[in-house]
């Protein structure tokens, strides 16, 4: 079966760039989608198909992709940043959808 | 504004059946795909199956074939998902998600706000 993997947990301190990546075989041809988890929520949508950025969600937030591997960055992490990120893509076929296990993002 | 609301909590025990409904609105219901993500306690994210609410097609996880059943009605804009044979394993918290475009391999972009399905004898 497909798998997205991702770092169990990234910290950085306030201001500091924090960079979350997912690696999967398929990426170079399939979108990748990041969502933000804060304790007790819904997931919230922070980036779609790579790189785009919905409206609401601060401009620290950005995505990219490049072969295997998709990255969110968050630049000038703020507390309130602190949450669980997830990636989301798909297979080559479209077919077998997956998450990634998920980050633990600390900003301290 | 586009709103999910999803049904509330329930307790069932193992071996029975549960259907969650998720009733969509402020958008085209027959326009987006809608999915079903599972979030066991304190687990990550678990992609479950997405329908076609125009078409009624569906593609269901490996992990759940079988025993996952995602249906729609378009009179009232609700989304079905039915799982059976449960066991303790199940209890999480379900997710209706629609799809951001009308493609299955479109990620969420608005989440209803989770139904608690806790499975104890």
């Known amino acids: 079966s497909y798998e997205l993997t991702q770092p169990p947990s990234v910290s950085v301190s306030p201001g500091q760039t924090a960079r979350i990546t997912c690696s999967g075989d398929?990426?170079?041809?399939?979108?990748a989608y990041w969502y933000q988890q804060k304790s007790g929520q819904a997931p919230v949508l922070v980036i779609y198909?790579?790189?785009k950025r919905p409206s609401g969600i601060p401009e620290r937030f950005s995505g990219s992709s490049s072969g295997t591997m998709a990255t969110l960055t968050i630049s000038g992490a703020q507390v309130g940043d602190e949450a669980d990120y997830y990636c989301?893509?798909?297979?080559?076929?479209?077919?077998?959808?997956?998450f990634g296990g998920g980050t633990k993002l600390t900003v301290l | 504004q586009v709103q999910l609301v999803q049904s509330g909590a329930e307790v069932k025990k193992p071996g029975a059946s549960v259907k969650v409904s998720c009733k969509a609105s402020?958008?085209?219901?027959?326009?987006?795909?809608m999915h079903w993500v599972r979030q066991a306690p304190g687990q990550g994210l678990e992609w479950m199956a997405i329908i076609n609410p125009s078409g009624g097609d569906t593609n269901y996880a490996q992990n759940f074939q079988g025993r996952v059943t995602m249906t729609r009605d378009t009179s009232t804009s609700t989304v079905y998902m039915e799982l059976s044979s449960l066991r303790s394993e199940d209890t999480a918290v379900y997710y209706c998600a629609r799809a951001s475009q009308m493609a299955t391999t479109s990620g969420p972009d608005y989440w209803g706000q989770g139904t608690l399905v806790t499975v104890s004898s």
């Open positions: 989301y893509s798909t297979d080559s076929s479209g077919y077998h959808v997956v």
């Open positions: 198909e790579d790189s």
């Open positions: 402020g958008y085209t219901f027959t326009s987006y795909y």
């Open positions: 398929a990426l170079p041809k399939k979108y």
